[in-house]
């Protein structure tokens, strides 16, 4: 593996776990699913994953020409990714929830009165929610059209997908293992490095826009 491909890797990796955040979604899910039966809740997991990935896949393959076709170009992009990117991980060191991660109360309390959370709010925007959707264009974008690149961009969104549905499955005891603290330092941790990549992003989108000169 080259260095770019391992940077990538590396990026890609860290920066889907900390806006899709698979510790806090299934204490969320854990939460959200007291009343169902196990068998229900595998079902509303294998369901509520499948459906995350497939929106996650269409932002990765087709955002970037979704935005070509839009006139937004790839400095602003990088620009306006990094600042989304890094309110979350300014909420996510301070501990404090956001939209572009997890619900609202307001999406909380229309969960509470749904029998399945497969589709909202597990599959969105728990999972692949609006900072996940944008990490995905901008992560995609990055590649430059390398194809191995790409894949490893593709790879590295699957395996936070799919380590998310397996806390999904044992959702109950991750909650009960790691506690309102233990949640907490996970979400410090990586909404420092989260920030860390935001204003990377922020600064290469400026150096392309050709505004520092």
């Given at each position: 593996m080259t260095e770019a491909m391992f940077e990538t890797a590396l990026v890609a990796f860290t920066t889907f776990f900390a806006v899709i955040g698979p510790v806090d979604v299934a204490a969320i899910y854990a939460a959200l699913t007291t009343t169902a039966t196990p068998i229900q809740r595998r079902r509303m997991a294998i369901k509520g994953t499948l459906i995350a990935l497939g929106i996650l896949l269409v932002f990765l393959l087709l955002g970037n020409d979704v935005l070509a076709y839009m006139g937004i170009s790839l400095a602003a992009l990088r620009t306006a990714g990094g600042i989304l990117l890094l309110l979350i991980g300014i909420k996510l060191v301070f501990a404090e929830s956001t939209?572009?991660?997890?619900?609202?109360d307001d999406e909380n309390k229309e969960a509470e009165l749904k029998?399945?959370?497969?589709v909202f709010p597990l599959a969105t925007p728990l999972i692949a929610?609006?900072?996940?959707?944008g990490a995905a264009v901008l992560l995609m974008s990055n590649t430059h059209g390398d194809i191995k690149l790409g894949a490893i961009v593709v790879g590295a969104m699957?395996?936070?997908?799919?380590?998310?549905f397996a806390l999904l499955l044992v959702a109950t005891q991750v909650q009960k293992m790691l506690g309102v603290t233990g949640l907490h330092?996970?979400?410090r941790i990586f909404g420092v490095l989260l920030t860390a990549l935001a204003v990377q992003f922020i600064f290469d989108g400026l150096k392309a826009s050709g505004l520092l000169g």
């Open positions: 939209g572009g991660t997890t619900t609202t029998d399945d959370v497969s929610g609006p900072g996940a959707m699957l395996a936070v997908v799919l380590m998310t330092v996970i979400s």
